[in-house]
Antibody, heavy 119, light 107 residues
Framework: QVQLVQSGAEVENPGASVKVSCKAS????????INWVRQAPGQGLEWMGR????????KYPQKFQGRVTMTTDTSTTTAYMELRSLTSDDTAVYYC????????????WGQGTMVTVSS | DIQMTQSPSTLSASVGNRVTITCRAS??????LAWYQQKPGKAPKLLIY???SLQTGVPSRFSGSESETEFTLTISGLQPDDVATYYC?????????FGQGTKVEIK
């Protein structure tokens, strides 16, 4: 069936990097945009950026520019989000979510990946 | 960035009551607004897109409406299964932004 399946929980030290994966199945991967959204414990949703798989085009909000990199591997229909220079403020659940294009809501979500930053 | 101001932050209502959540955009977003439902420990789920279009499979007691930069999610007949946090989201600007969320409880 149509789904996004994310990698498992991660625990990282401050200053380290983390790379979360999002495996798509059941649809044509290149035809849809992949977004990344995070949610700190007890907090709201925060959009981190998006990638268009067919050409690798990315858009990041200013807050994350220079610290996040989103990539895709069309051969394995997998999207990746790497976040660098982690601090405790990056402790959150990270979600991938699919949208149809430029003006589209997020119709399909992954199950989420918990990233804990702690020494 | 476009700011989304959602209210109230929490609400408590009886089963069967009509519930209304409001989201105000800091500038025009046309109808590029979505509503999501999130239950504890789960990923958000799309309820409404393009301000008033019901996502497939979502119960018809959920509806969305708009008036310029003010958007409303209505649950016409609250059910126990509707206990969740609800978020609005604009997708007019490239930098997507969410409202702060509204936690809905049963009285």
């Amino acid at each position: 069936q149509v789904q996004l399946v994310q990698s498992g929980a991660e625990v990282e030290n401050p200053g380290a990097s983390v790379k979360v994966s999002c495996k798509a199945s059941g649809y044509t991967f290149s035809n849809y945009v992949i977004n990344w959204v995070r949610q700190a414990p007890g907090q709201g949703l925060e959009w981190m950026g998006r990638i268009t798989p067919y050409n690798g085009d990315t858009k990041y909000p200013q807050k994350f520019q220079g610290r996040v990199t989103m990539t895709t591997d069309t051969s394995t229909t997998t999207a990746y989000m790497e976040l660098r220079s982690l601090t405790s403020d990056d402790t959150a659940v990270y979600y991938c979510a699919r949208s149809d294009g430029l003006y589209s809501a997020f119709h399909l979500w992954g199950q989420g990946t918990m990233v804990t930053v702690s020494s | 960035d476009i700011q989304m101001t959602q209210s109230p932050s929490t609400l408590s209502a009886s089963v069967g009551n009509r519930v209304t959540i409001t989201c105000r955009a800091s500038q025009s977003i046309s109808s590029w607004l979505a509503w999501y439902q999130q239950k504890p420990g789960k990923a958000p789920k799309l309820l409404i897109y393009k301000a008033s279009s019901l996502q497939t499979g979502v119960p018809s007691r959920f509806s969305g409406s708009e008036s310029e930069t003010e958007f409303t999610l209505t649950i016409s007949g609250l059910q126990p299964d509707d206990v969740a946090t609800y978020y609005c989201q604009q997708y007019k600007s490239y930098s997507r932004t969410f409202g702060q969320g509204t936690k809905v409880e049963i009285k």
